[in-house]
């Protein structure tokens, strides 16, 4: 059987991890780092900049056995097919060989999850997305479209509900909460109405990371402050809300759900809040921990690619 090279790339804002090993072996034997890949966030000139030092040194790495390699790409900011044949053109302009999958860097982290199983993964942090993976490897996605609209559940959507609790407190028209004076400290405003300067005139776009900084102010106050309560309850509530679909197109008695992100790693109160609504809601929905990272994800599917098409 003739040997390949299976690529993973995990491609984030910030860096960019590719593993690669042979195909009849599951030693690495090429870990590395780069800088992030985001299109979105550097654009194409600076994703072709990237991808081809991630080529190039993969070449030196293997050298001619690279032409018969799989590439998987799971890169930050793949919602659409459009988004994927950005990268894809990219790939094609620099030379990359063998065969590209490009797709969004929460599918490896899935597929990593749960060593290729049927399973669901909820990440939930500045944003969230949670998907879930059946056994015939159909991908199910739900929420995940950004900011303005979806992330149900994150610190974004926490520190939305911060501002607000807290101005309608400052206008007397809501409940007393903590959060009044909470949230003008942490952001350093001289009163509450200057947060109007945050919201609408940095000059910016939406402020998002700024605005889920405020989300501990939730998390960490929700035992004693009735208002934290509240929204704790209810973002707890959306993020469940997205797994309702995943639940019932993988049609497994019993689902398997990862998590990752910090507010369900790191956020105690909050993860406790989730783990304790899930399990009112949906008994038959179990929490696992994750079998591999995202990477090792990318070097599965990889793999079941080739398997897929005889080559293994």
Known sequence: MEQHILVGVDGGGTKTRVLARRSDNSRILFDRQFPGSNYHSIGKTGLTSVLAEIVSA??????????????????????????????????????????????????????????GDPGALLLCGTGSIAIGRTADHRVIRSGGWGALVSDEGSGYRLGCEAISAALRAYDRSGPSTVLQTAVRDTLKLRSLPDILDVLYLSGDGLPVRQIASLAPLVTENCARDSVCHDIVTRQVNALCDLLVPIREAIGLPTLDLALGGGLLLNAEPYRNAFVETLALRMPNVRIVPPQDDAPHGALIMAAQILEKEGAL
């Not at 998987?72 to 065969?99: F, H, N, T, W």
């Open 58 to 115: 993969l070449t030196i790495a293997f050298g001619p056995a690279l032409d018969r390699s799989v590439f998987v790409l799971g890169m930050a900011g793949i919602d659409r097919p459009q988004d994927a044949a950005s990268y894809e053109s990219v790939l094609s302009e620099i030379g990359c060989p063998g065969k590209q999958v490009v797709c969004n860097d929460a599918d490896i982290a899935l597929v990593g999850a749960h060593g």
